[in-house]
């Protein structure tokens, strides 16, 4: 079977053009470990192999950059093969309720003796001819079916929606703030979508999180991974800087000091991978610590952007995205955060810069830092295993 690939935003980047496209045939190629044909041609982006139909349509339907795959049949260059074909799929057509069609040809090879509208008037009139019934609709057609002529014609009418976006890869690196909740999965989903390579970092707090909290994580990054190849994790030890905090700063502030020693980890991440940007689940008031005035002041300890893909979203929207990617399920079993750990009674909600760092002054911040990174673990997570690389 062969599977035409449709890649609409791309075409748009005419400089970057052939770029975007060998990212693409080489981000089709590495999620299937058997050989499969990729053919490039003319704008198009042909898939060939004999595997599961159902098996390859789950995997290209997880590749970013793709619009629509259109499993395709390949004939011989000659009108009456194609014809023949087109009936075909007519006639399943109209047995399953279509009433009108048209045909639509794309002619690359010029060396074929009719041109596109001979074409499309030759193969319908067969149609029209072999089932009775049947009616061309040019402007709003039940079905419509696609001939392309090239070395092969190939002919389709089914198109499987792709994910769409930017070839993973294309866009750069950042570091995703990876929690267990449903936010963060979703987030690092549409950053990845725009072409970004995501690393995770997840802080645990170990023995106050179980492992399964950790094993949790682990498995919302695997089907991230899906989309990516592979995934890349961090489990940062958050558990003495916890401590620390408790010990020597105002309760009320807690929470905003976790959050600012959450992005300068991260932030030392981030350089140490070549990444360029951070990015957090969170939305403008979603619950109370996501003020804007919280979310100045956990910026202020960093100068990489931070991107916050779900900020203009409402919880159902989330949600509901949530479950399209996967990771609704996993994110919503009951397992602890590091976050709910060590959560204040009144926490400030509208933090003041200079408040905040009046209350780090006693720290030793460096300290911390260097003391959670060196006690971290890190996880190549592939969209099947889990292996430690470090
Ligand atoms: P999520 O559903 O992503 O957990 P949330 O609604 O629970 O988000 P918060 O707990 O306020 O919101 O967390 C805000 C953001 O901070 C998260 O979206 C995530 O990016 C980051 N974050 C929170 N806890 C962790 C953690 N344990 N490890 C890594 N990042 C975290
Ligand atoms: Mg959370």
Known sequence: MLYLIKYGELALKKQNRSFFERKLVENIKKRFEQDVEIIRENGRIFVKTDLDKEMVLGKLKKVFGIVGICPAQEVELDINSISEHAVNIARKMFEKGCKTFKVET???NKAFP???PEINAYIGSRVLNEIPGFSVDVHN??????????KE?????????GCGGLPLGTSGKACLLLSGGIDSPVAGWMTMKRGVQIIGVHFHSFPFTSER????VID?????????????LYVVHFTDIQKDLYENCPPKMITI????????????IARKEGALALVTGESIGQVASQTIESMHVTNAVTDLPVFRPLIGMDKQEIISKAREIGTYEISILPYEDCCTVFVPKHPVIRPRIDLI????????IESMIENALSKSEIIKIEGGDVNDVE
């Open 114 to 116: 009719l041109d596109s």
């Open 106 to 108: 794309r002619r690359p």
């Open 153 to 161: 014609a190939y002919i389709y009418s089914e198109e499987i929606p």
């Open 213 to 216: 909290a950790k094993e949790k």
């Open 141 to 150: 057609p039940d079905f419509v079916i696609n001939v392309e002529v090239r």
């Open 357 to 364: 760092e009046e209350a780090e002054k006693g720290l030793n």
């Open 220 to 232: 919302l990054t695997r089907v991230l991974a899906q989309f990516a190849g592979s995934i890349k």
């Open 257 to 268: 000091l976790m959050r600012r020693m959450m992005m300068r980890i991260a932030d030392r």
